[in-house]
């Protein structure tokens, strides 16, 4: 496609669902970026995916949250369990190179997830 | 970088105005890359301008440009002749042989008539 697209745009769900959030990148962006934006905060980096692995998972905080990628391309976020501290806008990023190659990100126009 | 810090949580500016937004840095690497962003209220992001830490000539970009200092670990956003559109906010990030960009918290600019 021509941008980054997200889905779904918002996400309202009740406390201990599990949630998907996903992201199809720019065609040919071997890298992609989740990012989590909390109210008032900056961006939260999440989770890097370089091809189908995820050479840097750090900032996943907990265990309830998992991402995969699966033919290069779209990437799913999973929240099991939610809880309202989970609530905040996610964000995908993709970049035709590794950040350290001074790709350039393009971003999504995110996902609001609201856990009540 | 690994931590990047914006002072100003909401700044002002009036119409055709110039308005500088401050960022600061740290970092212990010696390549890195320093970059804004701007978040409309689509959400969007979209990159303003870049700054590679090797080059000593501030990057422009038309209306946008950065006053870098690397001693002082700065990397200041001007932005000249404002314009309505440019309503938004504006986040600094830095990013070197890690795999991510490291945001700080963002400034929320606005544009008055």
């Known amino acids: 496609g021509a941008g980054v697209s997200q889905s779904p745009s918002n996400k309202v769900t009740e406390k201990g669902k599990d949630v998907e959030l996903r992201c199809d990148p720019i065609?040919?962006?071997?890298?992609l970026y989740w990012y989590r934006q909390s109210l008032g905060q900056g961006l939260e980096f999440l989770i890097y995916f370089q091809g189908n692995s995820a050479p840097d998972k750090s900032g996943l905080p907990s265990d309830r949250f998992s991402a995969e990628r699966t033919g290069g391309s779209v990437s799913t976020l999973t929240i099991q369990r939610t809880q309202q501290e989970d609530s905040a806008v996610y964000l995908c990023?993709?970049?035709?190179?590794?950040?350290?190659?001074?790709?350039?990100?393009?971003f999504g126009e995110g996902s609001r997830l609201t856990v009540l | 970088a690994q931590t990047v810090t914006q002072s100003q949580p909401e700044m002002s500016v009036q119409e055709a105005e110039t308005v500088t937004l401050s960022c600061t840095y740290d970092t212990s690497e010696s390549n890195y890359y320093l970059f804004w962003y701007k978040q409309p209220p689509s959400r969007q992001m979209i990159l303003v301008i870049r700054?590679?830490?090797?080059?000593?000539q501030n990057a422009t970009e038309n209306r946008f440009s950065v006053n870098f200092q690397k001693a002082a670990k700065s990397f200041s956003l001007k932005i000249s002749d404002s314009q309505l559109g440019d309503t938004a906010m504006y986040f600094c990030?830095?990013?070197?042989?890690?795999?991510?960009?490291?945001f700080g918290t963002g400034t929320r600019l606005q544009v008055t008539l």
């Open positions: 990030a830095g990013g070197g042989t890690a795999s991510k960009l490291t």
């Open positions: 990023a993709s970049s035709l190179r590794a950040l350290f190659n001074t790709g350039e990100l393009f």
């Open positions: 065609s040919g962006h071997t890298a």
């Open positions: 700054q590679e830490a090797y080059k000593q």
